[in-house]
């Protein structure tokens, strides 16, 4: 059936709507990654519609959360097949990025057109009314169904009604960081005119292959140019393909080829190594860590804390250095920096001895750091601090972006864990004699880059991307600090050390950070309250008047959705000269809020932290 029979005599298709005109009864509201999207689906009997209907959810949400997080920081995306508008507007709302949609069919169109306006996504997604093949020509659009509205085929036809271009004839000389092809069974030949693209670009390949015939003309295109398939997704079976590091000659290494996708990008760079430090007992999980590791990394420094000899399994290995430290009371698990001062121009990943490290682990880290031009420090784990702070550790002190959570947008930190750290040598060149005490590696390596003005970044990453391995022994924090129990009170040295550099905040000198300022009726208004303020930046400052500041308090904040910096400031308490400091440099760009009666009013702004809390 051709589209052109369910046209009106205007060419309007049936059911159509103009994005300003859509229906409410047709407009679906769903919430998801903190992010509030906005779906017109007209056609009950839809597929993908139904599914988002009925869910809440994004159609193939599963597969777009372990995607999202392979994408850089502001990346552009091509969706070719956009349907409705669902992987678009995802890529657009959730991830920031630039998307060029293209949909051919007259009828997907018009819905994706109307899902675009509703989310306010003019300017961040580029409709093209076309079909995409190997090359220029026009063409007619069969298999139209009311199950799969937009995944029509466009087949050659001379003199159809439907403009075909190539991806390279369309997108010139313009980077792209992902393309996503979903246009029954036609994706080899979207392929073939988007030879120029994959060359240039080395983007990520998302591809649906209902085939075994498909998958195998779609690989046939892509193995040549260097792309492996590392996944499949969905009922439908649609894979994800990747550029490869692996070496293809003789004079190429992993890392190398790594190193040269980078190049250029940030400080001059020679290798890439990690450092371990780890505890006798650890033996089984310290293995399994290396084996991840290893293959990785042109060398891996190990620190042995409490052994007497080098464990058999790492003898022998040209790529492994160990240091013995026989009785692991010097530095603990601050022991991972200790291959730091035997690099130069160097990657250096700080890792544990109890996490399994997947097979894109190097890969994504050197590109995360690149994308940063090499001047941070980036993790897979850390903390934002609930300040003022009383102890790193007791509950309710940060909150914690955890490894083995999934997180869609790299988000700013005052505190990487260094078990999932990567930098670059030229910028962090901490030593071992800036450790001043066992343990402790992320505090005092937080202090390092409070001094220098070092930020910290937690990666995009998707769920379980980082794998802990269960040990039957004390951690290593937990060995080395036994093994010097009483020489010091690790809890207040700990507070020592924060005390000197707090308070932290992640505003950039030279950006407008988004900054609010509430003030609560009841300190117990505190979820309620974060629940409705206007949030829209990724990484929020939060200034929070309160009646007294207490673990009851830190804990709900902390265990909230919520993972921004809070600086709390009680109504009678004395402030710091820090503290006003801090509100004085950051009011100017703040909302000021209030909760009162239960609810949350906008409040007048104010300039000076104590005129805040006499007049809220």
């Known amino acids: 059936?051709?589209?052109?029979?369910?046209?009106?005599?205007?060419?309007?298709?049936?059911?159509?709507?103009?994005?300003?005109?859509?229906?409410?009864?047709?407009?679906?509201?769903?919430?998801?990654?903190?992010?509030?999207?906005?779906?017109?689906?007209?056609?009950?009997?839809?597929?993908?519609?139904?599914?988002?209907?009925?869910?809440?959810?994004?159609?193939?949400?599963?597969?777009?959360?372990?995607?999202?997080?392979?994408?850089?920081?502001?990346?552009?995306?091509?969706?070719?097949?956009?349907?409705?508008?669902?992987?678009?507007?995802f890529f657009a709302k959730v991830t920031s990025a630039k998307v060029l949609a293209f949909e051919p069919n007259p009828e997907a169109y018009s819905i994706l057109e109307a899902n675009v306006a509703l989310n306010q996504l003019t300017e961040e997604i580029d409709l093209h009314k076309i079909g995409v093949g190997s090359g220029e020509g026009r063409g007619e659009i069969n298999n139209v169904s009311d199950i799969n509205l937009g995944m029509a085929k466009v087949v050659s036809a001379e003199g159809g009604s439907v403009e075909i271009r190539s991806l390279d004839d369309v997108l010139g000389s313009q980077h792209v960081d992902l393309i996503k092809i979903d246009v029954e069974g036609m994706e080899c030949e979207v392929l073939k005119g988007a030879r120029g693209v994959l060359e240039r670009c080395k983007p990520l390949v998302i591809a649906e292959a209902a085939t075994l015939e498909e998958l195998s003309g779609i690989e046939h295109l892509l193995r040549p140019l260097g792309y492996r398939k590392v996944q499949r997704y969905n009922d439908t079976p649609t894979f994800l393909f990747q550029y490869g590091f692996e070496p293809r000659a003789a004079e190429e290494t992993y890392t190398g080829n790594i190193l040269k996708s980078v190049e250029g990008k940030m400080p001059k760079t020679t290798g890439i190594y990690a450092g371990m430090a780890t505890v006798s007992g650890n033996e089984v999980a310290l293995r399994a860590a290396v084996t991840s590791l290893l293959p990785q990394v042109d060398g891996l420094f190990v620190y042995l804390n409490g052994f007497s000899e080098v464990p058999s399994f790492l003898q022998g290995l040209d790529k492994v250095k160990c240091h013995l430290d026989s009785d692991g009371t010097r530095y603990g698990d601050a022991g991972k920096f200790w291959g730091l001062g035997q690099v130069r121009d160097a990657i250096y990943l700080t890792c544990d001895d109890d996490i399994l490290y997947p097979q894109d682990y190097i890969a994504r880290m050197t590109q995360e750091l690149s994308d940063c031009g090499g001047q941070s420090v980036i993790c897979v784990h850390g903390s934002l601090l609930v300040q003022p702070l009383e102890n790193f550790y007791t509950n309710g002190a940060r909150s914690v972006l955890h490894f083995a959570n999934e997180l869609i947008r790299r988000r700013q930190v005052h505190v990487p864990g260094t078990g999932t750290c990567a930098f670059h040598s030229a910028v962090v060149d901490i030593t071992l004699d800036q450790f001043e005490a066992p343990n402790m590696a992320d505090i005092w390596l937080t202090k390092f880059m409070a001094a220098k003005g070092i930020e910290s970044f937690v990666v995009p990453h998707r769920k379980a991307w980082l794998l802990p391995l269960k040990v039957n022994r004390p951690t290593i924090f937990e060995a080395s600090s036994n093994a010097t129990k009483g020489a010091y009170d690790t809890s207040a040295k700990q507070q020592s050390v924060l005390t000197e550099i707090l308070p932290l905040s992640i505003a950039k000198p030279d950006a407008e950070p988004s900054v609010l300022c509430l003030s609560l009726e009841k300190d117990d208004n505190i979820l309620s309250a974060l629940k409705e303020l206007p949030v829209a930046a990724r990484d929020p400052i939060l200034f929070v008047l309160c009646d007294a500041v207490t673990e009851d308090l830190r804990a709900k904040i902390a265990q909230s959705s919520y993972s921004w910096e809070v600086h709390l400031i009680g109504r009678n308490q004395t402030l710091t000269a820090q503290q006003k400091d801090l509100f004085a440099r950051l009011a100017p760009e703040a909302s000021f809020w209030k909760v009162e009666k239960r609810r949350l009013v906008a409040h007048e702004v104010v300039q000076d932290l104590s005129d805040w809390r006499s007049q809220a």
Not at 53 to 59: P, Q
């Open 1 to 89: 059936m051709s589209v052109h029979s369910k046209l009106k005599a205007g060419g309007q298709p049936v059911g159509a709507a103009s994005p300003t005109t859509v229906p409410t009864m047709n407009v679906t509201r769903i919430h998801a990654f903190q992010q509030d999207i906005a779906f017109y689906l007209p056609k009950p009997s839809d597929h993908i519609q139904k599914i988002i209907r009925g869910t809440k959810k994004f159609y193939e949400q599963s597969m777009l959360v372990e995607i999202g997080p392979l994408l850089p920081d502001s990346p552009t995306v091509v969706d070719v097949g956009a349907n409705i508008g669902n992987h678009s507007l």
